[in-house]
Structures are given as C-alpha cells and as structure tokens.
C-alpha cells in the first residue's frame, strides 16, 4: 500500500471509510436550501453520494410535523447524518443530539456549535466540549471547525475519528482560502479522515481539495442555489472523482524552471550543407 492510500484510512478498492463503515462515495451533500423537495432528491441521486446531512428543527420526536420530508429524504437510500446547526453553546448542541438520536435513530452527528452569526465560525472552545460529552454518550462525531491545527488535534484527542475543516465560511463560495492550513492539517493528521466541509462554490475548488489527499467533500450551496442543481450535483461528483483519482496517481512536482518533454540527449541532429 503506498503513502496515498494510508492516507484517509482507505480500503483497497479506495473507498471511503469512516467509524468502521465503508462508503463508495467521497461526497457528502447537504438536504437545505432547495427549490423543491423533488429537486433535492433529484441531486442527491445525481450527486451518487452515499450520505446526507439533515438540519434538525427544534422540535418534539414526537411531533410529526415535516415527517414526510423526512420520508424522502430516508427513501434515497443515503445514510442520514443530523447535524446541530444553529446551536450556539455545548448545551445545546448535546441537547439537540439526543433529540436526533431518538428521531432518526442513528447515533452519527455532524456537530456544530457557531460562535459567530456573522461568518459562522465555530466556537472552537464549545465545540470541543460538546465532542467530549457526545462522545462519551456513544455518539459518532463529525465536527464542523476552522483549519486550525491545535482545534482538530483536539477533537481527534476528544476522540473524533473524522474531523471536518471549512475551506472557507459556510456559503461564501470562496473555496479553499487558506491553503497552507489545510495543507498542514493533512500532513499533520495523517491517520484521521479529513472533508473539507463548507465554502465550495465550484467543481474545480472540490477537485484541488481532493488533489491536496483530503478524504472527501461536504457542501450544499454551491448545489442547492445552482440554476441546474441536479447537473451541478453530477458536475461535483465528477470533479471529486477526478481529484482522488490524481491523488492516488500522484501529481507531478512543481519546479522553478522549464524541463524539455521531450530530452535531445542521444538523438541525431541534422546538419544542411
């Protein structure tokens, strides 16, 4: 096995492996956002990804309000992932976890805890508390967080087995906006699943990340708000495909200089009278 594939926790054929559960896709879509709950569907299974993320209202289990979304949503076959957005303390992340377990009976979590409403920030220091605690609680963590080195080794230490960076704030479309972080979080975090989670706005940011040897991609926008969602969903699938497979080939060095493809070392050259 060579360096590329170590890294991600890979399994021979490549896929994607996370909390001991193998997934052919390294695409994670977001279920928010769109024109139609048809449209939705219609990305999802263009996307061809094998996990969704769902917004949870703050609501009773009980309460069957919004059940039929649901329905759709579980009847793509995708394994759910639940997430706390809008939680602003650890408190009420945890509280809102519990609530998704019981709802959706899964135990997976895309936890966020924002310390910020303009940018979205993640308040790194509730988001490490709230880790801690869901953690212990059995749950299976996947922290949205900043591509700060110290803020993931934590998480890692709090026990998280994936950890997601953004590459820029959540619906900006900025892409990958600080490269030097997220390179050093996958040289540093060799041995935990990195996707990059938030800020995509265009394939071709998704393929660089991919190329950069981080494990996957979790976006929404950049699909939902597309005018073709459903291409713009295939278009993405294709891009992280692509980007993978170049990891795994290996790209080339960059160099300072010119290096001729073609070498003159040895070959004839004819000389006219």
Sequence with gaps: MNA????GNDSLEDSLTLYGESFNSRFLLGTALYASPQ???????????DIVTLGLRR?????????????MIRDTGCKLLPNTAGCKSAKEAINLAEMSRELFETEWLK???IGDDYNLQPDPFGLVEAAEELIKRGFKVLPYCTDDLILCQRLRDAGCEVIMPW???IGTGQGLMNKYNLRTLRERLHDVPLIVDAGLGAPSQACEAMEM???????????AKAQNPPLMAEAFATA??????AY??????????AVPSTQTVGQPFWHQN
Excluded at 213 to 223: E, I, P, Q, S
Excluded at 240 to 245: H, W, Y
């Design 4 to 7: 590329h594939t170590e890294i």
């Design 39 to 49: 449209l939705m569907v219609d990305s999802i299974k263009a996307s061809q990804c």
């Design 59 to 71: 609501q009773n289990p009980a309460d069957n309000s919004g059940d039929a979304f649901w329905q």
């Design 111 to 113: 936890l966020e805890v």
């Design 167 to 169: 590459g820029s704030p």
């Design 213 to 223: 040897g981080f494990d996957g991609v979790l976006l929404n926008t950049a699909v």
């Design 240 to 245: 992280i495909n692509a980007g993978r497979s």
């Design 248 to 257: 795994n080939a290996g790209l080339m060095e960059k160099r300072q200089t």
